[in-house]
């Protein structure tokens, strides 16, 4: 995923916050935005060109789902975080930028590489189980190192391990089991064991490329039409019905409109594929991608997607046991489906293929919430309020006004049915005002029987009476049928 630029590395981590010094090339984080272009592209994509019509009926999907889950799992995994005695401060699948490893040593973590604890069944039943309904794996992170059977370069989980295993295959053919949506993650810019990839400045590395290591230098054309061009291809073409997504990251100002145009070429040719905003060179994409935060409104008009961590790292990071809990997590996919976008929440598996014990527990508990109250989120658009999720504070002198949630309730829609998501129990009913619809009836959801609560309506003003206890710790769900 981001990363961080050397000169504030010491201060950002102390603040708990990540930045980037051209973050538009790189991470959709708070505050920025995806840079993309009004003016016509070398080639037109598939956004460029179908109606409105077309573009939701290929999103339709994707808008059901409103729950997805990110894996980070590469060969960064086997240092786990820490390499000759020194402990990365940065995000796991950062450490050979971070500690700025020698190309010829990082390729040697894949002479232990050996994930025999993997099992595709178990990660998609995993996914399942908490109510998620589609995958989004790294195929090839900015390590260079491709988890999956590459014909077109050897660094690859195949040819260069002990596992001898495609572990996209396997997930591919599970997820169809499932009923699993597949998608895979592709750095297509920044990569930093192929000749001419892409890298980001840290330090003392190479201020126009990047590069630390002789060995990283070459053409970055050269390395698109030899590598990332011919594995995305394979991607696309190798797992049947697989994928039904490719998430592009960090573009860097490499991906010009024209180098991106020869990937849009290629993508062109999958009209039911969804792909997001971090292609570069101008293209849109699908979704918006906020990273490790949820907007204030969302983003009206477009489709997008939070990706967020349940610790604090992306890949597998031995030390990193700053699990958020499952309040937390849970109370993030309302606030994420209230404002109308999707929760794409992030798991780790270490070097054996295992998935973190803490990671699996949340989920677990997320999916039994989910198992009782998934109507109001499956599908369900956004708020018809908007206030309940808090307000901007005044701002001081230039600064830019910060964003205050408030943690009461939250409010999911369907055709006939309002849903309010209660975190703090009322005393004695719940209250709100400007209610567009006519209500005519009100129970809990997690009610198997769908008691009536008794409520007044008067010129949009409603008052539910509720029970004395909330039905649930984190989220009890209110149901407000309407016409």
Not at 445 to 466: N, W
Request: aromatic share 10%.
């Amino acid at each position: 995923m981001r990363m961080i630029p050397m000169n504030s590395f010491v201060l950002r981590l102390a603040l708990g916050a990540c930045v980037l010094s051209s973050v538009s090339a790189y991470g959709q984080l708070e505050g920025h935005a995806i840079e993309s272009s009004a003016t016509p592209h070398p080639v037109p994509a598939i956004q460029d060109k179908e109606t409105p019509a077309q573009h939701d009926a290929r999103m339709a999907w994707w808008r059901e789902a409103r729950f997805g889950m990110f894996i980070h799992w590469g060969l960064y995994a086997v240092p786990a975080g820490e390499w000759h005695g020194q402990r990365t401060t940065h995000i796991g699948e950062w450490i050979m930028n971070d500690l700025s490893i020698p190309v010829a040593d990082y390729k040697q973590f894949a002479t232990n590489f050996n994930p025999t604890g993997f099992s595709a069944h178990d990660i998609v039943a995993l996914a399942k189980d908490a109510g998620m309904k589609y995958i989004v794996i790294t195929s090839k992170h900015h390590d260079g190192f491709a988890m999956f059977d590459s014909k077109t370069d050897p660094f690859n989980i195949v040819a260069a391990t002990p596992f001898k295993k495609d572990p996209l295959r396997e997930l591919a053919e599970e997820c169809h089991k499932a009923g699993i949506r597949l998608g895979f993650y592709y750095s297509q810019a920044q990569d930093w064991t192929a000749p001419g990839g892409a890298a980001a400045v840290r330090g003392t590395h190479n201020k126009e490329t990047g590069h630390w290591d002789p060995a990283q230098d070459g053409s970055f054309d050269d390395y698109l039409k030899t590598k990332a061009i011919p594995q995305i291809k394979e991607l696309l073409s190798n797992y049947k019905t697989a994928p039904d997504i490719i998430w592009f990251d960090t573009p860097t100002s490499r991906m010009t409109p024209e180098r991106a145009a020869e990937v849009v070429k290629v993508l062109n040719q999958y009209p039911k594929l969804i792909w997001n905003n971090r292609l570069g060179g101008g293209y849109k994409g699908d979704t918006e991608t906020p990273e490790q935060y949820i907007p204030a409104q969302g983003y009206p008009g477009r489709d997008w997607e939070s990706c967020m961590t349940i610790n604090d790292t992306w890949g597998y990071k031995s030390f990193d046991t700053n699990f958020k809990s499952t309040e937390t997590l849970l109370r993030n996919l309302i606030d994420i489906t209230s404002k109308g976008g999707n929760y794409l929440l992030n798991i780790g598996p270490d070097a054996q293929g295992k998935v973190p014990e803490p990671e699996v527990e949340r989920l677990h508990a997320m999916g039994k919430w989910l198992a009782v109250n998934g109507e109001a989120v499956y599908g369900a658009k956004a708020t018809l309020f908007g206030a309940e999720a808090g307000s901007f504070a005044p701002a001081e002198g230039n600064a830019k006004p910060k964003f205050v949630p408030a943690w009461e309730w939250r409010s999911t829609t369907k055709a006939n049915r309002i849903y309010i998501h209660l975190f703090a129990w009322p005393k004695g009913s719940f209250h709100v005002e400007k209610v567009p619809r006519t209500i005519t009836k009100a129970y809990l959801l997690a009610d198997s029987s769908h008691k009536a609560l008794k409520f007044t309506q008067r010129d949009g003003v409603l008052d539910v009476s509720l029970p004395e206890k909330a039905l649930d710790p984190i989220a009890t769900v209110l149901v407000l049928e309407s016409k």
